[in-house]
């Protein structure tokens, strides 16, 4: 990072990588999560369900690639070992092993409200003192609004179909 893109945070440059390492692990629990659930998953609207995973899991893979990318340009390092991740994530990981699709959908509900919070928290923490990381969490947090709806849309339904 260079000597200026350091002097214009307002804010101890640790606090924030260990912050976005914490979010860092939360996307691969999170794409592994949507992964793993679009190969498990069955029963109505299973067709609509696998894609919305699908989706998801790539842009929750996106995420984790863009906070590496910040992480790095601060002068951290993202998380190196798989392991790290059980010790430092916000919101966990939910194992699908009810693999009907609301319970599935409904796991990742709660996956991506808890990551709502964690990213509405983090613009509050940033906000005025590290405006490029301020941008990068508003854009990943428009994205997670985006898949809470489209899987309460995807709740909506079944209930619709008595399921
Ligand atoms: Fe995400
Ligand atoms: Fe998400
Ligand atoms: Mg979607």
């Known amino acids: ?5 350091k002097e214009i945070i307002n804010m101890d440059v640790e ?7 914490k979010a860092f692990a939360d996307e691969w ?13 069955k029963g109505p609207l299973r067709g609509v369900a696998e894609r919305e995973l699908e989706e998801h899991a790539g842009e929750e893979f996106e995420h984790a690639e863009k906070l590496a990318e910040r992480i790095i340009t601060l002068g951290g390092e993202p998380i190196l070992k798989p392991e790290e991740w059980y010790n430092v994530t916000n919101c966990g990981y939910a ?14 509900v709660e ?15 940033v906000k005025g003192k590290d405006e ?4 990068l969490i508003v854009d990943i947090l428009e ?11 995807i709740l909506e339904d079944l209930e619709v179909m008595g399921k």
């Open 1 to 5: 990072m260079g000597t200026k893109a």
């Open 15 to 21: 606090e924030v990588i260990g912050l976005l390492n």
């Open 29 to 41: 629990l999170a794409f592994y999560q949507y992964w793993i659930g679009a190969k498990v998953v």
């Open 95 to 108: 194992a699908p092993d009810d693999p009907t699709t609301r319970s599935v959908i409904q796991q990742n």
């Open 111 to 125: 996956g991506e409200q808890c990551a709502i919070e964690i990213y509405n928290n983090l613009i509050d923490t």
């Open 132 to 135: 490029v990381t301020y941008k």
């Open 143 to 153: 994205d997670e609004l985006e898949h809470e709806e489209d899987l309460q849309n």
